[in-house]
């Protein structure tokens, strides 16, 4: 049904699978996989103090090891061990059980990100499909911590937060719709297979109209991140931090780790459907296990070339207040998804499935050899 | 595993939610109750269509469950918050009179 | 237990969610407890072979449904627990009965609900071969071509009934003019 690491680890020993075999190899890769991300996770942290010191024209954290790369294992440090404190009237089990809910929808999107063509936990026929249904846990986490703090300024920020991630799930499913058009499969690796190394076979470029979803696409699921100018659920000057104003120590580490993992999952996301995914151009490596290691390399450039212009942007616009939000998803953003939509099924049908690019070279070259 | 497996645990779930049914009187537990069946009836449909006969038509009726479900979850909160809206409760016996 | 790890865990939070919704007092710790057993429901369509509707299940289930009865239980008044200790508590779950005739259907039912758990159980007792003889393919593009060339009425029927649905839910929840004016 799906081909995944245990069959690429299993092709290159040449044994057969037996189950104990490929639980262990799952739970190997999983482990990688989960530290990684978590490393990623607490980078990202300080790469946003240095890139946004730098926007700002300051030094970032530089004390704490070699340019201060070891600060987030400081704030780690930091955050497990403060005190625990949950508010006494709060509802305790939800108060528990909103940052879990958090993370756990975070990780479980990190099975079906395509690192590489080897590297994938698994593919499933409906990865995109999954990992849109599995990062609304995130919508439930947030409001349950707000609704948990018994605190009116948590409660607002909950609410906001998760009216905001279900409004603009639309978007962002409506986009990702363009290319499942384009490639014909939900899966992602039939949506890489269909695009190249080159810049201009990427699924970007293909028509007018996927160019434009790309931008749709990165709009909405930063603000379904609650992200640069979309994080008023989070926002210090109005809300005094939300949904997590009463979380602290770890269970607030959990509420940040999410978020940051979110963004890096959102990044690979736009990579895999927009960019070109894991492949490298001029085929570099080929099928050997060189060639994945350059695949790894070329989807991590990717999305951390996508994970800079994120922090970027949140460092660059104002906050957007709540109406503003919620009329930029549903009076801009869905029409022009939707039109979109309607635009690529057009385009199909019209130039069967051919980008812009590849009708511009036969045009070219058509009228070159009548011109004479 | 077997289809019985399946038959079992969609009976299982069947029975829950018929009890939540029977012994809620608040009529947001009741949609709960609701929920937990009209997902008992689709793991059924699910499990049939796997296991004895080679189609994919108890998918697609299962789909339509689903989006049954959506529908009449949504239609029947919102009616539900219009009724507290006017009447301040949302205990099924205060439901029991036409007329306020 | 590796070949089949999926469908007992998918199993066991299924049923316990169910379980848990059954005896939990306070509504919204039911409705978390509903969100298990939804997802334990997914898993077990995975198990079946049927991955889109899993992804369905995961999308409009858990990032729909319980996200508004989230919503509509925070809105209205969030589901006050009565303070009845344990085992009133545990006689309170058996409905009162009143009339020789409930009493009658009563037994009738439960009659045919226990001889078919039994009949159900036994063969799951009795049969221990996994039906691997099916093929498992990917659904997405039968189910698309089933939606649209058999049961396309239904589909553009459920087109419709959504959009009554989205409009009459936004009608009918909006508080009227009275409220506006009684609350100033």
Same mark, same amino acid.
């Given at each position: 049904m799906n081909d995944n690491i245990v069959s690429y680890v299993l092709s290159l020993f040449d044994t057969a699978p037996t189950p104990l075999l490929v639980f262990l190899i799952f739970g190997v890769a999983i482990f990688i996989l989960v530290n990684v991300m978590a490393l990623i996770g607490g980078l990202g942290t300080y790469a946003e103090r240095k890139i946004s010191a730098d926007i700002q024209m300051r030094q970032g954290? =530089?004390?704490? %090891?070699p340019y201060g790369i070891l600060q987030f294992l400081a704030d780690g440090v930091k955050m497990i061990t403060k005190e625990d404190i949950i508010p006494s009237e709060s509802n305790k089990f939800l108060f528990t059980i909103a940052p879990i809910l958090c993370l756990s929808g975070v990780l479980a999107t +990190? #099975?079906?990100?395509?690192?590489?063509s080897g590297f994938i936990l698994t593919d499933l026929n409906v990865g995109v499909f999954y990992l849109l249904g599995v990062s609304s846990l995130v919508g439930v986490g947030i409001f349950l911590g707000g609704y948990a703090s018994n605190s009116k300024w948590s409660m607002l920020g909950g609410m906001r937060g998760a009216s905001q991630i279900i409004s603009y799930e639309v978007p962002v499913t409506i986009s990702i719709l363009t290319i499942v058009l384009l490639a014909g499969s939900l899966s992602f690796k039939e949506l890489i297979s269909?695009?190249?190394?080159?810049?201009?076979?990427w699924y970007v470029f293909h028509n007018p109209f996927t160019f434009v979803s790309f931008f749709i696409y990165f709009v909405s699921a930063l603000a379904e991140t609650n992200? #640069?100018?979309?994080d008023l659920p989070e926002a210090e000057s109005e809300l005094? *931090?939300?949904?997590?104003?009463e979380y602290s120590g770890m269970r607030f580490g959990f509420f940040a780790l999410a978020e940051y993992i979110e963004v890096f999952v959102v990044c690979g996301v736009a990579v895999a459907l927009f960019?070109?995914?894991y492949k490298v151009p001029f085929g570099l %490596? %080929?099928?050997t296990i060189f060639g994945q290691f350059f695949q790894i390399g070329s989807f991590f450039t990717k999305t951390f070339l996508l994970y800079y212009v994120v922090i970027w942007v949140r460092w660059t616009l104002p906050r957007l207040r709540v109406d503003q939000l919620m009329s930029i998803c549903w009076k801009y953003l869905t029409p022009i998804a939707l039109f979109n939509l309607v635009g690529t099924a057009t385009w199909i049908w019209l130039?069967? =499935?051919? *980008?812009m690019v590849e009708l511009l070279m036969s045009a070219l070259s058509g009228s070159g050899s009548t011109g004479h | 595993m077997t289809l019985y497996s399946y038959l079992l645990i969609s009976l299982f779930l069947f029975s829950c939610g018929i009890i939540v049914m029977i012994s809620r009187k608040n009529i947001i537990a009741m949609l709960l109750g609701i929920e937990l069946i009209l997902n008992a009836s689709a793991i059924n449909f699910v499990a049939y269509s796997r296991? +004895?006969?080679? =189609?994919i038509d108890g998918h697609v009726m299962s789909l339509f469950i689903i989006v049954i479900a959506a529908a009449e979850a949504a239609v029947g909160l919102g009616i539900v918050i219009r009724f507290f809206q006017l009447k301040e409760s949302i205990h099924i016996d205060s439901a029991a009179e036409l007329k306020s | 237990m590796f070949d089949s790890f999926l469908f007992y865990l998918s199993a066991f939070l299924t049923c316990f969610g169910a379980v848990l919704v059954v005896l939990e007092r306070n509504l919204m710790h039911a409705c978390i407890y509903l969100l298990m057993s939804l997802i334990g429901t997914a898993g077990l369509y995975f198990t079946l072979g049927a991955d889109f509707l899993a992804a369905t299940q995961l999308v409009v289930y858990v990032g729909g449904v319980v996200i508004l009865m989230l919503f509509a239980i925070m809105l209205t008044g969030g589901g006050l627990e009565n303070k009845k200790d344990r085992l009133a508590n545990l006689l309170s779950y058996i409905p009162p009965m009143g009339s020789l005739k409930s009493y009658i259907w009563g037994s009738i039912t439960a009659v045919a609900f226990l001889s078919f758990s039994i009949n159900i159980t036994t063969k799951l007792v009795k049969s221990t071969e996994i039906n691997g003889s099916i093929k498992i393919g990917p659904t997405v593009e039968q189910i698309g071509v089933k939606l649209l060339t058999d049961h396309v009425l239904m589909f553009e029927l459920s087109s419709v009934l959504l959009l009554g649905a989205l409009i009459g839910t936004a009608i009918i929840s909006r508080p009227s003019k009275e409220i506006f004016l009684e609350r100033k």
């Open positions: 954290p =530089n004390r704490v %090891g +990190l #099975a079906v990100i395509p690192i590489s269909g695009q190249g190394g080159y810049p201009w076979t992200r #640069a100018p979309f005094v *931090s939300g949904y997590h104003t960019l070109g995914g %490596g %080929g099928d130039f069967e =499935n051919k *980008s | 296991f +004895l006969s080679g =189609n | -």
